[in-house]
């Protein structure tokens, strides 16, 4: 089965939702009693008094440049925090029974004065409401809604994120348009946006289950799963994570307003992460895709109470750290297959699609990471100092932190600049493209790798300058000595320098470009790709030559404009000239009207006239004009054309003979014939070079 649970496996799904489960309860953990006003305003009158502050700055010690604790002392430390941590939860639960009845006064006082159940009526209303509103959405849109439902996903998420914005619209409208008690109006508001985030993760899933199995391009949106049994599987479980999470949070937050402690709202709050730990290692053991070995299966379980430990200790570095490595490697590669899919079927031309598709790729994983990196800088920006023993090392934290964040910006940068070369390269010119319009395209075709690979070194450069600099580490010391560096191995490299320097100017000056034919004394072939510092070419009898542009010197390029292609012929003494020259150029015509070679031929076969008398041939000279590189099968059509029309016509090909009689010294002459006829210039000779 592929589907998209299967490419991004099952543990991101359930410890995503862990981890938003985990940031609500550390923030309810955070959460205090408000402060009376008038004793805040007393604290600061105190604060002010002059003599308060000479005696507070006599009994505070003054900053020192001490160093810091050592790493034994920072474990002891720590061990003596989480063991304050767990006594003061543990010292809460005798004091539960006295904290409930305090809150149920509270509840009855000042929440449901004296009418019990009002909070539950309130809310049933309001969520009856936003129902209500939600119906008559859902009917005005019915139309709408039988088409969308298999055929465009866009719309299918417009119309669910309608609906569920009309509910949460009518059912907050309702709530705020009338005056409720302070402590009302807290506890409906948070339960009421705890069922609306509830519900928006219902219909995520839904939506996900509907339109997230693999699909080609050509077809329509595929369901997630292909049976009904795991989509309700997982249906089942995603609910109950996220009524774990929301109502766990809400609840959690809404303790230490009805007079509960701190410790006891942490304790509410590791009760609803219990049942997410629960939910996790159900799906562990239970998935019915019946992927993973016993082996995996415990190591999972066991990482994933590590984490819940982690967290009733308090060490949120190490949690967040735990959860990431686990959930961010798929759920990054997860989210690049979704957001894959959802550009394939986008449809979008030219270079413009191809930057959309990229961005939409890349930059779907980059923001997964820069989530990641964000929420890791808030927490470690709070707890970075008593977390690594001193604020250098909290420093530092943030630095790499933010030098992630860096990499990424210059990862989607470099995506993009180079998905746009490679798009601008493979483009084909267009059918019917003039001479300056082809030069054109294979100028960007030459330039553009050498423009690519430049940009690659420019943004690692100040990729990696701009972490430095983020890190604390002074730049201008290093880009002065990196210059002074460069001077000197501009000496010691003076070949490199004019290799490069050569390649510029070559550039420059458009001597060659990419599939051209060249010839350097004796390097030729076709010009294949460019570096920094040589250029490869391609022999017609298949060597490769990597040349470093300062050797090339002087090019002959035999790809450019047109090729004139000089043969010459010998017939005997006795032939008709006159009638050699029509059968050439009637040869030529033929040529250069076959459609195999007519748009080749610039200009047609023609006889150029008697180049010179041999010792035993007429030498008659022929010319052809062709496009560059297409000379060669022409010329070898017409000289078997001419060899078949010339004997059809009784015109002898010329080639040397020796005549040999008898009588007295014969033999010598006959050898001084001999030797004179293998000096004498040959019948048919064809001035090229054919690959």
Do not use: C
Request: no cysteine.
């Amino acid at each position: 089965m592929k589907n998209m649970l299967v490419r991004i496996g099952f543990l991101p799904v359930v410890a995503v939702l862990l981890l938003a489960l985990l940031q609500g309860a550390s923030l309810a953990q955070q959460s205090s009693p408000d402060v009376p006003p008038e004793k805040a305003k007393q604290f600061l009158e105190l604060l002010s008094d002059p003599e308060l502050k000479a005696w507070l700055e006599g009994k505070i010690p003054a900053a020192t440049d001490e160093p810091g604790l050592s790493i034994s002392e920072n474990i002891l430390s720590l061990e003596a925090g989480i063991r304050a941590r767990i006594g003061a939860l543990g010292a809460a639960i005798p004091r539960l029974p006295e904290e409930l009845a305090r809150a149920a006064d509270v509840v009855s006082r000042d929440v449901n004065s004296g009418r019990p159940g009002l909070v539950i009526g309130i809310l049933a209303v309001l969520i009856a409401v936003g129902f209500g509103a939600e119906w008559l959405v859902q009917r005005g849109l019915a139309g709408t809604r039988s088409v969308v439902t298999q055929e465009d996903v866009g719309r299918a998420i417009l119309f669910e994120a309608v609906t569920l914005l009309s509910f949460a619209i009518a059912s907050t409208v309702s709530f705020l348009a009338f005056e409720w008690p302070p402590l009302l109006r807290r506890i409906i508001l948070t339960l009421l946006l705890a069922f609306i985030a509830f519900r928006a993760v219902g219909s995520a899933a839904r939506l996900l289950f509907a339109f997230g199995g693999a699909t080609s391009e050509a077809s329509e949106p595929a369901p997630l799963f292909e049976s009904e049994a795991l989509t309700h599987f997982w249906r089942w479980r995603v609910s109950l994570v996220a009524g774990f999470l929301f109502f766990g949070w809400a609840i959690a937050s809404l303790l230490p307003g009805l007079g509960f402690s701190r410790e006891v709202a942490e304790l509410a709050a590791f009760l609803f992460g219990l049942g997410i730990l629960a939910t996790a290692i159900d799906v562990v053991w239970r998935r019915l895709d019946g992927r993973g070995s016993l082996v995996k299966q415990s190591f999972l379980t066991l990482v994933l109470i590590v984490l819940w430990v982690a967290w009733v200790a308090g060490l949120l570095g190490v949690l967040w750290l735990g959860i990431f490595t686990l959930v961010l490697p798929t759920a990054v590669r997860g989210v690049g297959d979704a957001a894959h899919a959802f550009a394939g079927r986008t449809k979008r031309s030219g270079a413009m699609g191809v930057v959309l598709d990229v961005l939409i790729v890349r930059g779907a994983r980059a923001v997964v990471i820069a989530a990641a990196v964000a929420w890791l800088a808030y927490i470690w920006r709070i707890r970075a100092a008593s977390l690594a023993g001193s604020e250098t090392s909290g420093f530092l934290i943030t630095g790499l932190l933010n030098g992630i964040i860096i990499l990424l910006i210059a990862d989607l940068l470099w995506q993009l600049s180079k998905a746009s070369i490679e798009y601008r390269m493979n483009l084909a010119p267009a059918d019917g493209s003039s001479a300056d319009e082809l030069a054109r395209s294979g100028r960007l075709r030459t330039l553009l790798p050498i423009f690519r690979n430049a940009l690659a070194v420019f943004i690692a450069a100040v990729t990696a300058l701009t972490i430095l600099a983020g890190l604390g580490v002074q730049i201008l010391p290093l880009i002065a000595g990196a210059g002074i560096f460069g001077i000197a191995i501009g000496f010691g490299s003076q070949t490199l320098v004019k290799d490069v320097l050569s390649g510029v100017f070559y550039m420059m000056d458009d001597a060659f470009r990419v599939g051209e034919y060249i010839q350097s004394g004796s390097y030729k072939g076709t010009v294949e790709s460019f570096s920094l510092r040589s250029v490869r070419l391609r022999h017609h009898r298949g060597p490769v030559y990597t040349v470093p542009f300062g050797e090339l010197g002087a090019i002959q390029n035999m790809s450019r404009d047109w090729v004139i292609d000089k043969m010459t012929i010998g017939v005997t003494y006795d032939s008709d000239v006159d009638l050699a020259r029509k059968l050439i150029k009637k040869i030529g015509q033929e040529l250069a009207a076959d459609p195999e070679f007519a748009g080749d031929t610039i200009e047609p076969l023609k006889m150029q006239g008697i180049d010179s008398f041999g010792d035993f041939a007429v030498i008659l000279r022929m010319k052809l004009t062709t496009k560059p590189g297409t000379q060669f099968p022409i010329s070898r059509r017409a000289l078997m054309m001419i060899k078949t029309a010339f004997a059809e016509n009784g015109i002898k090909i010329a080639y040397p003979t020796v005549h040999v009689e008898g009588g007295g010294g014969t033999e010598a002459a006959a050898h001084q014939a001999y030797e004179a006829s293998k000096k004498s210039k040959p019948p048919l000779e064809v001035v090229r070079d054919t690959p």
